[in-house]
């Protein structure tokens, strides 16, 4: 994904662009103010801190990817790219960028900004030995007996339909509109069937050897060019999953994301993951009425016509063909790359909608996917798709979507980590692959660092590399069968997913391992390990203790109340731990790290009382991975106690020895990642022992494959389950949202308060890791926080630092994202990103401030009290006559802006106690009748109004 291998300071503030703060940060004028400057990059004084720019020799290609910036080599975080892809920007508060000799990005491999990565010929499907995995332990997982990408017994029709280019809002991205476009896959026979929508990731939108738009979207200026400009139709590309399906009776709509694709890193705050959902919850409306029969007609802004479904249709499906043949109950999602967070976000949207408005989301399938904005997941079966060799996402963020879940939420459901080795990123969408399209296809893993490793390299003799052939085969049975598995309950299909050790027919030359954590009601944790206690104790040589998230080069950088799990690997090599781009200092995936010097180490977990009888449930599991500094492989025995003293042992390495393995990679930073890997124990198998009172789990360091009698793993999740599905339980839950917040800038640092708001009261604790980007550099405090909402409890301030100074700039003011990720007992909201403002007060540099913001006061208050409109006093209702308006409640100083319905009649400035008044005259224009008057704080957003009766001048 090419990202900052990690900020230089706790905080680091990501520009926003003009466009997403809606008018409100912006350079006044012609003047720049710059202050220090480079080949190719400058540094330029703005509101709140410095806005550190570097000029590109080219666009940037357009991938998962979220490039960052660095002075002098220290990384600054995430950037904005510019609407044509040719300069990069953030807004940093560390004033240390003043002395930078240089500016570079990470965004490439090689470091040429804008560089493509090269397009290898994919490798021979039929070569001997494409597709297997030598580098680590693979046993003989049981092969089903069934395959779910078996054609079935369903006719499909297929057709594409096309609303315009610009034919629906999206959200949170600037305002701009996008297509409604897609491909339906529709089986014959009458009746209801499952829907599955399939969405893209990102990838370049448009191709050909013409002029681009400027815009990015649509690909031409106008419907009358004749540029040589066309769309890349990456909904294309899931052909096999999409005709698998479809086959066996499910509905399955492939959408385009084009327009978001253009944009997203210029226009969104969260990089489009809730423009990319919205867009499947609006397909889906679009749906819904197709079905009823009720007319489907978009009006396309570029074309400036309205389009039906009739005309939007073109291949072997026609309206009629749609009546009656949705089951809006029973809906699937899949994602791909930031689709992949994408269909998250449209099943927390879905779920923050009342029932009756809901879709029947009932499984959500994230397939290589990004996880930018900690997006936990609730009340949904979920199965994760891992790449190995993934060289766009190289640290399979998506894990974190597991990760965050699977404890956050009062469900029960089932939730799945896919891990396929030798898969890329790009061969999952065939349009994407080399030979699939003229332009945009590329094997992802040729940009990797350390591209020649020969676990990856898919031209060494030695490689684990799937073809592309091989990769859609893997792909259509996981994808077919979850959905056949959670949607058409085909339980035939569940071990693929439920960690059992299996594969499908179709898959039998594919290294999969899947790691699950069992619906809540299927299983009694005894020990998660996410927290210290008294259920585990050390014996011999051992040490043991909680730890999380990542340190280090590249790691998180604010004070963590438990140890960094690992400080030395790349982020891309500890999935369970790399940080998230927006959600960069929040803790990750605590577990448990043990080790020992010799086979005397043990660690003891005490079984609770709930979980003493084993009789009733299938298995005892745990997960395990072989820590950093395991060589080859490691091992350790298993030993179950029960309550008389007797035992019942086994290494792990004869339970799964890929858990006690390092997993493969010789050259690449990116490889031998730490990866938990399941460990299951039937019941059934624990003879001599008492298994109605199972007392105690205890692990034993043992010798492994380096030869030596010490070791390390990592321990997370130790269960008694029956392994199972679960269901979704229709149900509104609550968001979590920030309020944008706006202060002056001060002159020196500070602090500013921002309120974390729940949409609801709720009888349960919320919580939410709230995180401001941007470097104080020491001058303030803490820059990320955990905030609890307790029940009935709906707004928390968060205190963040800011930085002012006492010279003038050229920005009227600038803004600052804020970030409420990492939920647990609620989702995030459609603003769980918003803004902080800083409003120049030391004057702009030939231009106009910005309109005073005032003393802030207690943001909870002000968040509140913006929800209902007050009142305020007219005197004087004569069009032409001069009128007097009073109104109160406002900050302290902040400038008030009246209005006449959408005329402006002037602003004024609240006094101490908040109250202002204005003389002014109403237009002598203003017709006869009811009219209203409306008062708005440019800080607070506070706003009161008044209804009254203006008479004519005549």
């Known amino acids: 994904m090419r990202r900052a291998k990690r900020l230089a300071a706790p905080l680091v503030l990501a520009c926003l662009s003009a466009t997403l703060l809606n008018g409100t940060a912006s350079a006044a004028g012609g003047h720049t103010d710059q202050v220090a400057a480079g080949s190719h990059w400058s540094i330029t004084r703005v509101a709140g801190g410095f806005r550190v720019t570097l000029d590109l020799d080219r666009p940037l290609p357009v991938t998962a990817s979220a490039p960052s910036l660095a002075a002098d080599g220290q990384s600054l975080g995430p950037a904005t790219e510019s609407a044509d892809g040719r300069s990069l920007s953030l807004v940093t508060t560390d004033a240390s960028v003043l002395t930078a000799s240089s500016v570079t990005t990470d965004a490439t491999v090689d470091g040429t900004a804008g560089a493509s990565a090269p397009e290898p010929t994919a490798p021979d499907p039929t070569a001997p030995g494409a597709g297997a995995d030598r580098s680590a332990p693979q046993g003989t997982p049981k092969v089903l007996p069934v395959d779910p990408s078996t054609p ?11 609303f315009g280019d610009q034919a629906i809002p999206l959200l949170n991205i600037g ?6 476009e897609g491909k339906i896959y529709l089986p014959d026979g009458g009746g209801r069937h499952p829907v599955v929508i399939f969405e893209h990731g990102r990838h370049s939108s448009c191709y050909g050897s013409g002029k681009p738009n400027p815009a990015g979207w649509p690909c031409l200026t106008s419907p009358t060019s004749t540029e040589q400009r066309f769309p890349i139709p990456s909904f294309l590309g899931y052909d096999a999953p999409a005709r698998a399906l479809a086959s066996d009776g499910y509905v399955v709509v492939s959408i385009s994301a084009n327009a978001i694709n253009a944009s997203d890193n210029q226009l969104a705050a969260d990089y489009g993951a809730q423009a990319r959902g919205e867009l499947i919850l609006d397909t889906l409306r679009m ?19 309205d389009v039906n479904l009739g005309e939007a249709l073109n291949g072997d499906v026609t309206p009629a063909d749609l009546i009656g043949r949705f089951n809006f109950g029973d809906v699937g999602i899949m994602g791909h790359s930031r689709g ?26 994230p397939l290589a996917p990004v996880d930018y904005d900690r997006i936990s997941l609730p009340n949904v079966a979920t199965a994760t798709v891992l790449p190995y060799c993934d060289g766009d996402v190289e640290n399979l963020m998506g894990q974190h979507i597991v990760d965050d879940s699977r404890h956050a939420f009062a469900d029960n459901v089932l939730r799945s980590a896919v891990l396929v080795m030798g898969a890329n990123h790009n061969y999952f969408n065939t349009i994407w692959t080399p030979g699939g399209w003229p332009s945009g296809t590329s094997d992802d893993w040729a940009a990797a660092d350390g591209a020649d490793d020969p676990v990856c390299d898919p031209s060494s003799t030695t490689t684990t590399r799937l073809s592309p052939t091989q990769q859609v085969a893997v792909e259509t049975a996981y994808v077919a069968g979850f959905f056949r598995l959670t949607l058409g309950n085909e339980r035939q299909f569940q071990p693929l997913f439920d960690g059992s050790a299996v594969t499908a027919p179709s898959t039998a030359f594919a290294h999969i391992t899947t790691t699950a954590t069992q619906p809540a009601k299927s299983r009694v944790d005894i020990n998660t390990f996410e927290r210290s206690g008294s259920g585990v104790r050390v014996l011999g040589d051992a040490t043991a203790h909680v730890c999380a998230s990542m340190g280090g080069s590249g790691g998180v950088e604010l004070p963590q109340a438990q140890p960094f799990c690992t400080t030395t690997l790349n982020e891309a090599a500890v999935p369970h731990w790399s940080p998230a781009q927006w959600a960069w200092n929040d803790p990750s995936s605590p577990m448990l790290h043990l080790t020992w010097a010799s086979r005397t180490g043990q660690a003891r977990v005490t079984v609770p009382p709930a979980a003493r009888d084993v009789r009733g449930y299938d298995q005892i599991s745990v997960k395990v991975a072989a820590d950093e500094f395991v060589s080859t492989g490691t ?19 004869a339970l799964n020895p890929q858990a006690v393995t390092r997993m493969p990679g010789v050259s690449s930073p990116w490889l031998r990642k730490v990866i938990l890997q399941q460990v299951t124990i039937p019941t059934s198998a624990l003879a001599g022992i008492n298994r109605r009172d199972v007392r105690e789990v205890r692990f034993t360091g043992a010798r492994g494959a380096d030869g030596t009698d010490s070791g390390g793993v990592y321990l997370s999740d130790l269960s008694l389950e029956d392994r199972a599905v679960g269901a979704r339980v229709p149900a509104q839950q609550a968001t979590v949202n ?13 602090t500013a308060r921002v309120a974390a708001v729940l949409s609801r009261r709720v009888d349960h604790p919320v919580t939410a890791d709230v995180s401001v980007f941007g470097s104080a550099t020491g001058k303030a405090g803490v820059t990320m926080r955990q905030v609890t909402f307790a029940p009935g409890q709906v707004c928390v301030p968060v205190t963040v630092p800011t930085y002012g100074d006492a010279l003038p700039s050229a920005t009227a003011s600038t803004s600052f994202k804020v970030s409420a990720t990492d939920v647990t007992g609620a989702v995030m909201g459609d603003h769980g990103f918003g803004t902080l403002t800083v409003r120049e007060d030391d004057g702009v540099t030939g231009g106009t401030p910005a309109p005073e913001v005032g003393v802030a006061g207690d943001p909870c208050r002000e968040y509140a009290a913006s929800l209902t409109p007050g009142r305020f006093q007219v005197t004087g209702t004569v069009a032409g006559a001069t009128t007097t308006l009073r109104g109160s409640g406002y900050r302290a100083g902040e400038s008030v802006e009246f209005t006449l319905g959408a005329t402006s009649l002037g602003r004024a400035v609240a006094d101490g106690a908040g109250r202002v008044r204005l003389v002014t005259t109403i237009p002598a224009d203003t017709p006869s009748g009811t009219a209203t008057f409306t008062a708005t704080g440019a800080g607070s957003g506070y706003v009161t109004k008044a209804i009254q009766h203006v008479r004519s001048a005549h």
């Open 152 to 162: 079935g017994p369903h006719r499909v029709a297929e057709a594409v339909y096309d």
């Open 175 to 180: 305002g701009i509109r996008g297509e409604l």
């Open 287 to 305: 749906l819904k009425k197709a079905d009823a029969g009720a007319p489907a007609v978009y009006h396309d802004a570029f074309t400036d016509r």
């Open 340 to 365: 992949g967070e994408g269909v998250v976000a449209a099943s927390t949207l879905n779920d923050a909608l009342p029932v009756a408005q809901q879709f029947g989301i009932r499984a959500v399938l």
């Open 635 to 653: 091992d350790l025995t298993i030993t179950v106690v029960d309550g008389s003293g007797r035992t019942w042992s086994a290494p792990v390495s």
């Open 738 to 750: 920030v309020a944008a917040a706006r202060v002056e800038e001060g002159s020196g640092p500070g």
